[in-house]
């Protein structure tokens, strides 16, 4: 009898000692259904948290293969209206190119996640550097002897930006004609996107360049950092930045756009014709998100500006709705 009721009990309580193994196994397999191919393009400043943030991504989801391309922003846009590069997610280091070049042809909505600032970037082998302040910075990168660098304003936000600066600097200084004369210095030094500075500055061939703050920290550079009322970083100065703008290329060959400036506020969204759209939904989750993207991008040098104002709130994922705020 005694041998009877031992069986019974390993019969029938067996199984429910199992259940909680079951329920983490079923767990598992609904989180990783997320798959397949995520191609990536975003801003060159954005190359180092990226990679981080991918990398943590695919920790929870190893089923999903992702592709990321580093361009300027302008040519990242370019690739999906121009080329018809297939493109699951794009990330803008300027949020109105997104506006500007997607919306509404090829993207619905444009959410803003994250500041920066312009500044001036250098390395211990940088001529003048133990001279350089917030007050001389610009007669010392005027200097004869003293190599500058900048990106393409064509192809990149750094590039305008970098514009917008200088003019706000002859402004903000005084200086008649300075912004003339810092963007006609050195224009063999201009490159397509701004990371491709970093290169220049590396080898010893340019001794200052003109480049996010983010992107200094992220590779342990010198910087300078400039007045507010130049490096467009504040939103309190919008209406001081406005009053400087830069002419670039536009969708089409021939036009031309006009680029005020403004305070620098990164974008992403999510293109019409993404071939991975539920894969690319649960990454922008992921990377918008508190505790995993903007915590690694804070790390490296770019606040959160989550949830940012959008004209295109109504259009916006409901999943996704929470890290956007609609335009009054």
Sequence with gaps: MKYLLVIYLLIFLYPFNNTPVVYESR???VNNQVSGDLIIFHAGSLSVPMKEIAAAFRKENPEVNIMMEAAG???CARKITDLKKPCDIMASADYSVIDKFLIPGYA??????ASNEMAIVYNEKSKRRKEINKNNWFRILLDKSVQIARSDPNSDPCGYRTVLVSKLAEKHYKQKGLAEKLLGKDVNNIRPKETDLLALLETGNVDYIFLYRSVAIQHKLKYLILPDEINLKKTEYSELYKTVSVEINGK???EKIIQKGEAMIYGITIPKNAPNK???LEFVKFMLSKDNGMRILNKLGQASVIPGPTSSYDKIPKELKHFAKKTK
């Design 27 to 29: 767990k598992n397999t």
């Design 108 to 113: 619905d909505w444009n959410i803003r996640f």
């Design 73 to 75: 922003s302008v040519e």
């Design 278 to 280: 539920k894969a690319a």
């Design 252 to 254: 089409t060959p021939g």
